[in-house]
């Protein structure tokens, strides 16, 4: 009698701690189904319908399943009838293949089209659902750099780069330019966008637009070693004055400008590193950092690749002139 008693207070206290989860989990802000920009909304409203077209197969499923077990269990009062030789049922077979086709034409419909439309590489063409992107809007481009363990962000509009923060205006279009430093990386900022990879000599590119003013958690979505979990930044998303404000004050740091000595200096490994300002930035240090020839003496990957399809060409030229020779 004291086991079952036990028992049963067990079941309860597993019961009231599911409960209490439940509870506090439902004040969750999930920001990738509730984001601030045109482009995330976009891919919640593919996750929300995805889920729902599969629900569709997943919800009968389970019904049917407590359902048979009702009806067929050996205490029913209303004896089912009972066929052992029953095999085929044309309608039934109808709705089993019938219902799935349909749900995955749907899905590959809406996938086909969201790829296309969503393409990272493409500029946008709305700030929002209802309005196109103005004929003057000018883009602006960010450059990221994926470094152990943190983030480097240049604007080359600005001539200033920061370390572990950015800011952008609100309902003007951003291009991110994202390379990496170091191992493979993935840049995210769920309120803006999904993520995209980061890799060394490599570049992708993530066009995006935030709607609504705050400050968003941006972060390291791949794993790439002991520091990841601090690999963290802040996102602003302020009107324009807001923004020229920020500017001015990244101008106004007191850091030396970032030039290849100040670089190969912040690519070195550190956890937990402080937001820094640059005021000024070597030119073209992103395309040296792109092409790894920040260190001195060092070719750059892109006049390397020119120098070796220059002798190419050339080789396949002479081959053929001692072939007609």
């Given at each position: 009698?004291?086991?079952?008693?036990?028992?049963?207070?067990?079941?309860l206290n597993k019961l009231s701690l599911?409960?209490?989860?439940?509870?506090?989990?439902?004040?969750?802000?999930?920001?990738?189904?509730?984001?601030?920009?045109?482009?995330?909304?976009?891919?919640?409203?593919?996750?929300?319908?995805?889920?729902?077209?599969?629900?569709?197969?997943?919800?009968?499923?389970?019904?049917?399943?407590?359902?048979?077990?009702?009806?067929?269990?050996?205490?029913?009062?209303?004896?089912?009838?009972?066929?052992?030789?029953?095999?085929?049922?044309?309608?039934?077979?109808?709705?089993?293949?019938?219902?799935?086709?349909?749900?995955?034409?749907?899905?590959?419909?809406?996938?086909?089209?969201?790829?296309?439309?969503?393409?990272?590489?493409?500029?946008?063409?709305?700030?929002?659902?209802?309005?196109?992107?103005?004929?003057?809007?000018?883009?602006?481009?960010?450059?990221?750099?994926?470094?152990?363990?943190?983030?480097?962000?240049?604007?080359?509009?600005?001539?200033?780069?920061?370390?572990?923060?950015?800011?952008?205006?609100?309902?003007?279009?951003?291009?991110?330019?994202?390379?990496?430093?170091?191992?493979?990386?993935?840049?995210?900022?769920?309120?803006?966008?999904?993520?995209?990879?980061?890799?060394?000599?490599?570049?992708?590119?993530?066009?995006?637009?935030?709607?609504?003013?705050?400050?968003?958690?941006?972060?390291?979505?791949?794993?790439?070693?002991?520091?990841?979990?601090?690999?963290?930044?802040?996102?602003?998303?302020?009107?324009?004055?807001?923004?020229?404000?920020?500017?001015?004050?990244?101008?106004?740091?007191?850091?030396?400008p970032l030039d290849s000595e100040t670089?190969?200096?912040?690519?070195?490994?550190?956890?937990?590193?402080?937001?820094?300002?640059?005021?000024?930035?070597?030119?073209?240090?992103?395309?040296?950092?792109?092409?790894?020839?920040?260190?001195?003496?060092?070719?750059?990957?892109?006049?390397?690749?020119?120098?070796?399809?220059?002798?190419?060409?050339?080789?396949?030229?002479?081959?053929?002139?001692?072939?007609?020779?």
């Amino acid at each position: 009698m004291e086991i079952n008693r036990l028992s049963a207070r067990s079941r309860l206290n597993k019961l009231s701690l599911i409960l209490t989860s439940t509870l506090l989990l439902s004040g969750c802000d999930w920001v990738v189904m509730n984001p601030s920009g045109y482009i995330a909304k976009q891919e919640a409203f593919l996750i929300n319908a995805s889920t729902l077209l599969m629900l569709l197969v997943v919800v009968p499923v389970l019904f049917l399943t407590v359902w048979f077990a009702w009806k067929y269990r050996a205490s029913n009062p209303n004896k089912v009838k009972y066929e052992p030789d029953w095999h085929h049922s044309a309608t039934l077979e109808t709705i089993i293949w019938t219902a799935p086709l349909i749900i995955i034409l749907a899905l590959s419909g809406l996938t086909f089209v969201a790829t296309h439309r969503l393409d990272p590489y493409l500029p946008i063409s709305k700030i929002n659902a209802d309005t196109p992107v103005p004929e003057d809007a000018k883009t602006l481009v960010i450059e990221v750099v994926a470094l152990d363990w943190k983030w480097l962000f240049l604007y080359p509009e600005y001539g200033i780069a920061t370390v572990n923060e950015i800011a952008a205006p609100i309902d003007r279009p951003i291009q991110f330019k994202i390379t990496s430093g170091t191992v493979m990386n993935s840049f995210y900022i769920p309120a803006l966008a999904g993520q995209i990879y980061a890799m060394s000599g490599m570049e992708t590119q993530l066009h995006a637009v935030i709607n609504e003013a705050g400050v968003f958690d941006g972060f390291s979505a791949n794993y790439s070693g002991h520091g990841f979990s601090q690999m963290r930044f802040k996102f602003h998303g302020v009107d324009n004055q807001g923004f020229d404000d920020w500017v001015k004050k990244v101008h106004a740091a007191e850091n030396k400008p970032l030039d290849s000595e100040t670089y190969l200096e912040l690519e070195k490994k550190t956890t937990g590193h402080r937001v820094t300002y640059y005021g000024g930035v070597e030119e073209n240090l992103y395309h040296d950092i792109l092409n790894r020839c920040v260190a001195p003496e060092t070719i750059c990957m892109d006049k390397l690749m020119h120098q070796d399809s220059h002798r190419a060409k050339h080789a396949v030229k002479q081959e053929v002139n001692n072939e007609h020779g």
